[in-house]
């Protein structure tokens, strides 16, 4: 069993940033692949960014509404995954979600993740 605690979602101005941290604890990290995925009300949950925890792979990948904005990045160490946010749009409004899959390979399909943390709560205003 593995548990997620996110963290650092609030409130914040158009233009402005905010980093989610996730926290990790329970089954060994190290082989897991690690996601960000994002809901807002009535709409579905949609793929943010993920990153693979395996030290020999740093490849990370990004959602195209967020490339060049987000930023995902990990410390093995901390078992923990952050999500540094920059240039915060309205639309970028949701509860956030971490996501493990113990596959250890990172997908962009939510269906595919085995462990998720509670959410934290992003509201950007304009």
């Known amino acids: 069993q593995v548990q997620l605690d996110e963290s650092g979602g609030g409130l914040m101005q158009a233009g402005g940033s905010l980093r989610l941290s996730c926290a990790a604890s329970?089954?060994?990290?190290?082989?897991?692949?690690m996601g960000w995925f994002r809901q807002a009300p009535g709409k579905e949950r949609e793929f943010v960014a993920a990153i693979s925890i395996m030290w020999s792979d740093d490849t990370r990948y990004y959602a195209d509404s967020v490339k060049g904005r987000f930023t995902i990045s990990r410390s093995n160490a901390k078992k923990t995954i952050y999500l540094q946010m920059n240039s915060l749009k309205p639309d970028d409004t949701a509860v956030y979600y971490c996501a493990a899959r113990s596959a250890g390979t990172p997908s962009y399909n939510h269906s595919q993740y085995d462990y998720w943390g509670q959410g934290t709560q992003v509201t950007v205003s304009s």
């Open positions: 329970g089954r060994t990290f190290g082989s897991f692949a």
